[in-house]
C-alpha cells in the first residue's frame, strides 16, 4: 500500500490560503489521491480526489505533481470553521480501502 | 436525504463482555465499511462489504472482532469478549461506486468503552 507523509501540524491565518503537503512518494500509476478532514468529534468528511490532473471544487484545489510523488491541498481562505484534521490518503488500487494516517491538524487563527 | 447511523452513539461495557455495534448505510450505498479511531490517534480500517462480494476482512485485529451486513443493508460489528484496549471510537461509512469516484459518507460514530 502507498504510504502518505504529512505535517503533523500547521497554522493559517483566517482569510489567508492554507497549504497542506502531502508526500506519497510509492504511489502507483493507477492509484488516487483522497483528502479528507475531521473536525472535532465529527466523522471524516470528504474533500477532493485526484490522479493526475489538477482538480478543484467548492471546497479546496488539489496540485498533484508531475511525478505525482507529491501533492497539496489548498484552501483558498480559510475560516475558522477549516480548523480540523486533514487526511491525504491513497486509495488501494483495486479496492475501494482507504488507508488513514495521521494526518495534519490544521489551526486556523483569528 | 438521511445520512448514515449508528447506534448506540455510546456504549460502556465491562471487560469479558460481548458488544454489537449497528451502521445504517445511506439508502442505495452498496459499499459498506469500518473504521476505528482511539483517542487522538487516525482511522484504522477494520473491515469492508461490497455489494455481494465476500467482505475484506483484513484490518480486523483479532478474531474477537467480527462482522455482518445482512441484506446488503445494515451492517452490524460484534466485539466478543472485550478488553480495554477495544476502547474506541468506532466509525461506519457507506458509498456508491460510480468508477473511480469513491466518496465515503461517515456516521457519527459509537464511542465505545470498556471498564
Known amino acids: 500500500d502507498a504510504k502518505t507523509t504529512q505535517p503533523t501540524s500547521m497554522d493559517c491565518a483566517e482569510g489567508r490560503a492554507a497549504n497542506l503537503p502531502c508526500n506519497h512518494s510509492?504511489?502507483?500509476?493507477?492509484?488516487?489521491v483522497y483528502w479528507y478532514r475531521q473536525i472535532h468529534s465529527q466523522g471524516p468528511q470528504y474533500i477532493i480526489h485526484g490522479l493526475k490532473n489538477n482538480e478543484t471544487n467548492e471546497m479546496a484545489s488539489l496540485i498533484i505533481t508531475e511525478d505525482r510523488k507529491s501533492s497539496t491541498l489548498i484552501l483558498p481562505h480559510a475560516t475558522l470553521r477549516d480548523t480540523a484534521v486533514y487526511y491525504c490518503i491513497v486509495r488501494v488500487e483495486g479496492t475501494d480501502k482507504l488507508i488513514f494516517g495521521t494526518g495534519t491538524r490544521l489551526q486556523v487563527f483569528p | 436525504g438521511a445520512g448514515v447511523s449508528q447506534s448506540p452513539s455510546n456504549k460502556v461495557t465491562e471487560k469479558g463482555k460481548d458488544v454489537e455495534l449497528r451502521c445504517d448505510p445511506i439508502?442505495?450505498?452498496?459499499?459498506l465499511y469500518w473504521y476505528r479511531q482511539s483517542l487522538g490517534q487516525g482511522l484504522e480500517f477494520l473491515i469492508y462489504?461490497?455489494?455481494?462480494?465476500?467482505?475484506?476482512k483484513s484490518g480486523l485485529p483479532s478474531d474477537r472482532f467480527s462482522a455482518e451486513r445482512t441484506g446488503g443493508s445494515v451492517s452490524t460489528l460484534t466485539i466478543q469478549r472485550t478488553q480495554q484496549e477495544d476502547s474506541a471510537v468506532y466509525l461506519c461509512?457507506?458509498?456508491?461506486?460510480?468508477?473511480?469516484?469513491?466518496?465515503?459518507?461517515f456516521g457519527p460514530g459509537t464511542r465505545l468503552t470498556v471498564l
Open positions: 462489504f461490497q455489494g455481494n462480494s465476500a467482505p475484506d
Open positions: 439508502s442505495g450505498h452498496t459499499a
Open positions: 461509512a457507506s458509498s456508491l461506486q460510480r468508477g473511480s469516484y469513491n466518496e465515503q459518507f
Open positions: 510509492t504511489i502507483s500509476g493507477n492509484e488516487y
